[in-house]
């Protein structure tokens, strides 16, 4: 490995320019903002994929590849990517840090902790979560109505048992109890506000508007209510610089921030991105789950805050993610060419989202090994007869060697001048942006609203609340809001249970069906396999 003072001279950064921090460099926000606001160098390329299988398709090692793989044509690349959650790490998705000969390291150090910037996180909400209660235990003014608090705590780790509480029980002193909730802290608002600030000042105002509850004659409190954004900004200071670390071939990787993309925004800090792009040739920005997700979210909402556009993307699939969305067919159709002809289908429908989106494409298959040379040219001749470039990679077996002809065709793609473009304005309705979403992206027929939602909507507005930037909280798994729907479905609607207002970050969440910001362990956890050698390694952290 390289030392890290070197990678980070890659940036331009000279060893008093940075903080070395527990197995990272961390790049002081001043010094980014020195450098961000000015002409920009470099070229994003998103990396999201298809619908993925619980365990992921391989999005991150393929963003990393390729990162590599630029470096290694002589181009200054960096990959910006988020923190891992030690919820999936532990559940059953496993480590986030890419796989075989592609990946960022310290391993498993980021998997677990890291520097502390989720913890960060957490430990903030979680300040607030206690001054609001804190004011009810003193009976302070004004008077807070229980029904109406919104702000949850958090934890990072998946707890279902913590969806939905009852908290203060004391027999010191007896006060009302109440009922309350914890998210995991990548789904928590100042998880998606560290993501999304430019600077210190930034930070604090997002933190004073979040929003908390109502008094009892209601008026709507914030934050900055109760005194709360300069103690949570401290306590993120160092949260908000972005760590510096590198791949396993010595490529300059940023890892920073670490909303969910089935709940938040899904991608790396806007500091983190920004800097990139003052610095290197090519950025690669792994963005979460699919391009119903992620790659939406990241032009719609991402982008125009940061203010950047998308070169290129990279649409990441494999023969198993395919197969798995053909298999609504007939009984007895499970691993035949019917099956993987079906999940193409899926396919489509997420190259025609890349298309709504403006975003050129390249397709990359990832390498599994168990794929069919015949099923891969099955995938390559769907892809070039609708003009799209297909490419195997094999960033896992090779490494950067595994993705050159990717990063070529990358290169090409984004020296064609087509840059990404959102497909709503600010200001639209949010019941107009939902049905262009799902019309447009999902392939739906529309939304179905509950009273309660329409009712949080109208709240909204009489709190005088933006409509925008939407925020859709739906299910990785499928096009649609029910899991259970694969390969590309038609003639749904998408229910629509609730609406709140990340009045911090800067959007509007619309939650869908039942997804939940809590996430449970499944039956097999991952963490039951992660043990710790007597030397301290840690074991079977995949």
Request: aromatic fraction near 4%; include cysteine.
């Amino acid at each position: 490995m390289r030392s890290l003072t070197e990678v980070a001279g890659d940036l331009g950064l000279s060893p008093d320019e940075t903080i070395p921090y527990a197995g990272a460099l961390k790049i002081p926000v001043a010094r980014i903002r020195a450098v961000a606001d000015r002409p920009r160098r470099g070229r994003l390329i998103l990396v999201t994929a298809t619908t993925p299988t619980p365990q992921g398709e391989g999005k991150t090692v393929t963003a990393i590849g390729l990162a590599m793989a630029l470096r290694a044509r002589g181009l200054a690349s960096v990959v910006c990517l988020r923190q891992p959650s030690m919820g999936p790490v532990f559940g059953v998705k496993g480590g986030a840090t890419g796989g075989g000969r592609a990946t960022v390291e310290p391993q498993a150090d980021i998997n677990l902790g890291f520097t502390g910037d989720l913890e960060a996180a957490g430990a903030a909400q979680n300040l607030l979560a206690a001054l609001v209660d804190n004011h009810r235990y003193h009976q302070a003014l004004p008077l807070l109505d229980d029904r109406t608090l919104e702000w949850p705590r958090a934890l990072d780790v998946e707890d279902r048992a913590l969806r939905r509480i009852e908290i203060g029980r004391s027999p010191a002193r007896p006060w009302p109890p109440r009922e309350s909730r914890f998210v995991i802290t990548a789904a928590s608002e100042v998880t998606a506000i560290l993501g999304l600030a430019r600077d210190y000042r930034d930070l604090k105002e997002r933190l004073g508007r979040v929003r908390v509850g109502f008094t009892t004659d209601g008026r709507l409190l914030r934050g900055h209510d109760f005194g709360a954004e300069g103690s949570m900004a401290a306590i993120l200071r160092r949260a908000m610089a972005p760590n510096l670390v590198q791949t396993s071939d010595g490529t300059p990787a940023l890892i920073h921030g670490g909303p969910f993309g089935n709940i938040a925004h899904g991608t790396a800090s806007r500091l983190a991105i920004e800097f990139g792009l003052a610095r290197a040739d090519y950025v690669v920005v792994e963005a979460g789950f699919a391009t119903d997700l992620g790659a939406e979210k990241f032009v719609d909402l991402v982008a125009p805050m940061i203010g950047v556009e998308v070169s290129a993307g990279v649409l990441v699939t494999t023969v198993r993610s395919l197969r798995h969305q053909g298999e609504w067919g007939a009984p007895g159709e499970a691993g035949t060419p019917s099956e993987l002809a079906r999940g193409l289908e899926n396919l489509a429908q997420h190259l025609e989202n890349l298309a709504t989106l403006r975003i050129a494409a390249v397709v990359a298959l990832n390498r599994r090994g168990d794929e069919t040379g015949a099923e891969i040219d099955t995938v390559r001749r769907f892809c070039e007869a609708r003009g799209v470039p297909f490419v195997v990679s094999d960033v896992f077996g090779s490494g950067a060697e595994g993705a050159v002809d990717l990063a070529d065709a990358v290169r090409q793609r984004a020296e064609e001048g087509i840059r990404s473009r959102p497909i709503y304005g600010p200001g639209e309705p949010t019941e107009v942006v939902l049905d262009r979403i799902v019309r447009r992206i999902y392939g739906g027929q529309g939304a179905v609203w509950s009273s309660e939602a329409r009712d949080q909507l109208e709240r909204l507005r009489h709190d005088g609340e933006p409509e925008g930037p939407l925020c859709v909280a739906k299910t990785a798994l499928s096009l649609s809001a029910d899991a259970r729907l694969r390969g590309r479905p038609s003639g749904f609607e998408v229910p629509v249970r609730a609406v709140t207002r990340s009045a911090g970050a800067g959007f509007t969440v619309v939650h869908l069906g039942t997804i939940e910001t809590m996430p449970g362990l499944p039956k097999e956890p991952a963490a039951r396999q992660i043990d710790l050698a007597d030397d301290g390694t840690v074991l079977n952290l995949h």
